[in-house]
Structures are given as C-alpha cells and as structure tokens.
T-cell receptor, first 115, second 110 residues
Framework: GAGVSQSPSNKVTEKGKDVELRCDPI?????LYWYRQRLGQGLEFLIY????????KSGLPSDRFSAERTGESVSTLTIQRTQQEDSAVYLC?????????????FGPGTRLTVT | EDQVTQSPEALRLQEGESSSLNCSYT??????LFWYRQDPGKGPEFLFT???AGEEKEKERLKATLTKKESFLHITAPKPEDSATYLC???????????FGTGTRLQVFP
C-alpha cells in the first residue's frame, strides 16, 4: 500500500520567510510524528499527534515552530520567520497507534534550505 | 537524561566480512528498541523492534540482539547493497517519541 508521503521534497527559502511542510500518513494510522535531521546529526523529535488527544509539543525548538493535524489525516508543520539554523531535513512518520510501542514508518522527508 | 550512543560512526567492510554495530542506551523504562536503515536522500526504513533483554530477531543477513544496556546489529557476509546508515532508536517511559542515535555509516566494498 501507499507509504507516508511528504511535500515538497525540497524547499529553498530566504531568511525571515514562513514555510509550510506537508505530511500524508499511511491510511488508518492514528499516530503521526515530526522529526528534524540536521546534517551529520541524529533525528530530533519535534511533535507528536495521537488521535484526538492534545499533541505532544515538547520537542519544538521555539515558538516559531507549530504544527496542525486534521483528524487522522494530513499534518502541516509551519516554521515562521525562518533562520539559517532551521536548514535540515524534516521527516514525518506514522504508526498504527501510540502504544504499545509500534514501529514508525517514515516518509522521504522535506529538505529545507534557508539562505 | 535518556541517551542513545552508536558505534562505530563509520565502518568499511569487504564483501563477505561479517561484523557488528553497537547501540548503547541509558533510558528510564525501556519500552522498545528499534533499528532502521537509511539510504542517502531517503527516510529511515524500519528493520526490527526488540522489546526485552535476551530477545533476538533476524532478517536475511541481519540479526539484532538486545541486553539491558545495549543492542547489537550483526551483519553476516555483507553485500555492497547493505551499504547504508543504520540507525538505532529507543522508546521509553510514558512517551511515544523515538530517541535516536547518530547512526553508523556502513560501506561494503566488492
């Protein structure tokens, strides 16, 4: 079946602009996660949605970052007033549920470059 | 603080030369340890989940094992197509997020 999809695959933006990144999870998956992968570093958790529960925003690095999810489908990660340190690959993952531990399936990522 | 450390950072093997990758972790209340493979320009691809010490899982040339402090990913007679970055991640406590190590970049030469 279809996997996790993300768009755009690449995004180049100027410092100070806002960007929106989109994630379409696997159909039927109630849990959705956003991670960030900076060059040469491990994946860093950003935010987690599980069904209708309040999202876990504990990984968002600043108030310039926000995310929304419509029901159990599409999610959008928004970065306002982008900075050069925001340059990274942003990865979305989904899983059947949040508990017990289920494997998370990742999309191909969006490579964000802030100039 | 929960932490995951992978070693070595990079590993070069001749085709057929078996070896092991290490993932050591310090977490409160391990719920699951995950191994992923990541090819350049792609998202991580799920390989294994291990839940408790003593557990082992195998898939083709890969075998993952788990103790109370670390996990090993054993690669038997690797082929060039096994070249990738291998990521280890843990899920712990009452959170569902994954905590990742920085990965081991494996290169297998013919």
């Amino acid at each position: 079946g279809a996997g996790v999809s993300q768009s755009p695959s690449n995004k180049v933006t100027e410092k100070g602009k806002d960007v929106e990144l989109r994630c379409d999870p696997i159909s039927g998956h109630t849990a959705l996660y956003w991670y960030r992968q900076r060059l040469g570093q491990g994946l860093e958790f950003l935010i987690y949605f599980q069904g209708n529960s309040a999202p876990d925003k504990s990984g968002l690095p600043s108030d310039r970052f926000s995310a929304e999810r419509t029901g159990e489908s599409v999610s959008t990660l928004t970065i306002q007033r982008t900075q050069q340190e925001d340059s990274a690959v942003y990865l979305c993952a989904s899983s059947v549920s949040g508990s017990p531990p289920y494997e998370q399936y990742f999309g191909p990522g969006t490579r964000l470059t802030v100039t | 603080e929960d932490q995951v450390t992978q070693s070595p950072e990079a590993l070069r093997l001749q085709e057929g030369e078996s070896s092991s990758l290490n993932c050591s972790y310090t977490v409160s209340g391990l719920r699951g340890l995950f191994w992923y493979r990541q090819d350049p320009g792609k998202g991580p691809e799920f390989l294994f989940t291990l839940y408790s010490a003593g557990e082992e899982k195998e898939k083709e040339r890969l075998k993952a094992t788990l103790t109370k402090k670390e996990s090993f990913l054993h690669i038997t007679a690797p082929k060039p197509e096994d070249s990738a970055t291998y990521l280890c991640a843990v899920q712990a406590g009452n959170t569902d997020k994954l905590i990742f190590g920085t990965g081991t970049r494996l290169q297998v030469f013919p």
